[in-house]
């Protein structure tokens, strides 16, 4: 596996969700993501709760491949970015062990600077060290 320094990679990895142009995310997943990479979210306690109405045990959502995770990013740009003012931002203390690297967020008003959320990820890695799977928990 080549070498990567996490922190980095945390960085790179979040201003993806923060670029405004549709052409600077794409080149941003191409050069973060195998093109089978995956991304799986575990989404908030209200849309487990509603999935859980509706008969779903374990709700997880997903997207594979560099269409579907552009259009994901994309939509996430526009909802939290462009409409609601936020920014996403790395934390400081990004990990790896192997081909697994942990990395912490903060989701952060652009008009105050305050942090209004966060989560985490994990990032399976694949020999060319671009982004397998990712495993992403909003709100930890």
Request: a negative charge; charged letters at 25%; proline letters at 5%.
């Amino acid at each position: 596996m080549v070498e990567i320094d996490p922190q980095q990679l945390a960085e790179r990895y979040m201003a993806q969700w923060n670029a405004p142009e549709a052409a600077e995310r794409r080149a941003a997943i191409e050069g973060l993501w195998a093109e089978d990479g995956t991304h799986i979210l575990h989404p908030p306690a209200a849309i487990r709760e509603a999935a859980a109405a509706l008969g779903f045990d374990h709700p997880t959502l997903e997207a594979q491949g560099h269409d579907a995770i552009e259009t994901r990013v994309g939509r996430s740009y526009e909802r939290f970015v462009e409409k609601q003012g936020f920014a996403f931002r790395a934390r400081p203390g990004a990990t790896r062990l192997n081909d697994v690297v942990r990395i912490g967020w903060d989701t952060v008003s652009t008009a105050t600077g305050d942090v209004v959320g966060g989560g985490s990820d994990l990032l399976v890695l694949d020999d060319d060290g671009l982004i397998k799977v990712d495993y992403m928990f909003p709100g930890a």
